[in-house]
């Protein structure tokens, strides 16, 4: 138990998907794990454990923005030895041959964040993904016939971005897509030697300004709840 997990460590798989909505998390325990008991729910951030085909699984919220990920992340590397963590989340699409509901798998993300600036100091570090992982997802990809892209990311610290001008240097540098948590797993798992990967859905678009209304959201993210599974045991 830790200050924001209430589990024993027992209830905590070395897999972990982590969803930043707790209520997706509850939503893609329910529907991929084989009796998915509740594990924690300080907070409201709620996570489960359960079997995917003889596998143990937990599925964790993370909640929204690096700064909330890293408490998490730091909690169940170092107080429950979690291995393997691969983020599950939604997307921005940021260049015009990404499409609403397309699957984005994260080689490696920027960040302007300052979290690494007193580690790094002058260093720009690069997180980057487990290149096993990768390899599974996207040949669990390609098996499924999703429509996927891997490459970089960008990781925002802000939801509401006026940065428009650094907007057209990512794409003109082919930045697949934004979101706000990748950028940090990846540091967190390089520091303490666990594999981590980010399997995205894109759920809006910064160009065409389309959006997947939230009635649909639950459904076309399943793909990537289902590719995630299948990569970490592959």
């Known amino acids: 138990m830790t200050i924001h997990i209430g589990a024993k460590k027992e209830d905590i798989a070395e897999t972990v998907l982590l969803p930043g909505d707790p209520y997706r998390a509850k939503w ?7 009796k998915p008991k509740l594990i924690n729910e300080v907070r409201g951030m709620l996570g489960y454990t359960g079997d995917w085909k003889g596998n143990r699984v937990t599925i964790h919220g993370s909640g929204m923005g690096m700064p909330s990920l890293s ?15 691969i983020r599950i989340g939604s997307c921005g699409g940021m260049v015009e041959k990404v499409g609403i509901r397309d699957i984005i798998i994260a080689m490696s993300a920027s960040s302007m964040s300052s979290m690494n600036k007193p580690i790094f100091k002058d260093l720009n570090f690069a997180p980057t993904a487990n290149w096993d992982l990768l390899n599974s997802a996207a040949k ?17 610290d802000v939801f509401y971005s ?10 003109r540098h082919n930045v697949l897509a934004v979101e706000m948590e990748a950028a940090e797993l990846y540091t967190l798992a ?15 678009h910064l160009i065409t300004h389309e959006a ?5 959201r639950e459904q076309s ?12 045991f592959k």
């Open 28 to 34: 893609a325990a329910e529907t991929f794990l084989e």
């Open 71 to 85: 408490i998490y992340v730091n909690e169940l590397i170092k107080d429950y030895d979690a291995q393997t963590l």
């Open 140 to 156: 669990a990809a390609e098996k499924r016939n999703s429509n996927v892209h891997i490459g970089n990311i960008f990781s925002s």
């Open 162 to 171: 006026e940065h428009s001008e650094i907007d057209e240097e990512m794409r």
């Open 190 to 204: 390089a520091r303490y030697g666990r594999k981590a990967l980010a399997v995205l859905t894109v759920s809006d």
């Open 212 to 216: 997947l209304p939230s009635e649909e």
């Open 221 to 232: 993210f399943g793909e990537m709840v289902e590719i995630a599974l299948e990569a970490a």
